[in-house]
């Protein structure tokens, strides 16, 4: 993921119209409110934020997503042997993937892994699908399309994983894909869980033969931990498929500067600068399962 940030700052500096490194540092010096304000939500057990404003998403991006996208990057890495794809198209759904660094860690991985890939189609499912649509923008057009040489849609809607039946409008989505992701959303899912598990067993009896899901989330969330638990009992209940990886395996934890090219000097500046609540993360400590449907 060569040169990560700097192009999250050309597509935030796009955004804002910003055409120069002074005004590139006010817009960064600015945005440390939004970047305290998140990293306080995230200390919470049960995570509310309100992501519509842009001074937010521009905070996650510079401070969270690489991190995540380097983390979708990290399960695959890990589950690798298990993956075969010989297919020129695959098509993917991620759900609660808000600006969706979770396509770029799987399009970073196809792309070193499988030569054979020619075209991606990745749907994206968040609550605030609409609120994100700049973000995704930047990881369309300044990440994905620089990181993948092949063909690469993204197309997003509106779903909110705790409505009733919310999986039914997009039956069709689901039995055309062969990955599902749910990544860093369990800790917003709130305390009424039992919509949420009826709709990953939709989910999982649409899901296509030999298809895979992957639930990941921070380990230190003990509600993160505790539906991580209760989805693995309910997918295994159903009898459909197999647990490739269960999340009882325990947690793994990896070191950015490993995967991550070190974060630039004028966010460390002007941003994460070092001070109570604006500390740069380093790693990241996650857990995942890998549920992989019945061949036949
Ligand atoms: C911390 S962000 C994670 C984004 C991305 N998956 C990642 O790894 O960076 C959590 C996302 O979950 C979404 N979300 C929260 N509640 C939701 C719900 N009930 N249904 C769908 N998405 C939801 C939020 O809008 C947000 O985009």
């Not at 042997?81 to 979770?102: K, V």
Request: charged share 20%.
């Amino acid at each position: 993921m060569d040169d990560i940030y700097n192009r999250i700052i050309a597509g935030i500096c796009d955004r804002n119209r910003i055409s120069s490194e002074v005004s590139l540092r006010q817009y960064l010096r600015h945005l440390q409110p939004h970047a305290l304000k998140l990293w306080q939500s995230y200390r919470n057990d049960n995570v509310t934020v309100d992501y519509t404003d842009f001074d937010t998403q521009a905070a996650y991006l510079l401070r969270y997503y690489p991190l995540y996208a380097a983390m979708t990057r990290q399960i695959f890495e890990d589950l690798n042997q298990n993956i075969l794809f010989s297919t020129q198209h695959i098509q993917a759904c991620f759900f609660g993937a808000g600006p969706a660094p979770e396509t770029v860690g799987l399009i970073t991985y196809l792309e070193d892994n499988f030569p054979c890939l020619l075209s991606a189609q990745f749907k994206i499912y968040d609550i605030a699908a609409d609120s994100w649509r700049h973000s995704r923008r930047i990881t369309n057009n300044y990440l994905i399309k620089e990181y993948f040489l092949g063909l690469c849609k993204l197309n997003a809607s509106p779903i909110d994983l705790l409505d009733i039946n919310t999986f039914e409008p997009i039956e069709y989505d689901i039995t055309n894909s062969m990955i599902f992701v749910f990544q860093n959303c369990l800790n917003e899912m709130g305390n009424d869980l039992n919509t949420f598990l009826k709709n990953i067993g939709f989910l999982v009896r649409k899901m296509p033969r030999r298809s895979i899901l992957i639930i990941a989330d921070q380990s230190n969330y003990r509600s993160s931990n505790r539906l991580m638990n209760r989805i693995e009992s309910y997918i295994l209940a159903m009898r459909q498929g197999n647990i490739m990886r269960s999340h009882t395996q325990g947690g793994i934890t990896f070191q950015s500067r490993d995967l991550l090219p070190p974060i630039p000097v004028v966010i460390k500046k002007y941003l994460l600068t070092g001070e109570h609540g604006l500390i740069p993360r380093h790693s990241v400590d996650f857990n995942y399962l890998a549920f992989r449907k019945n061949a036949k």
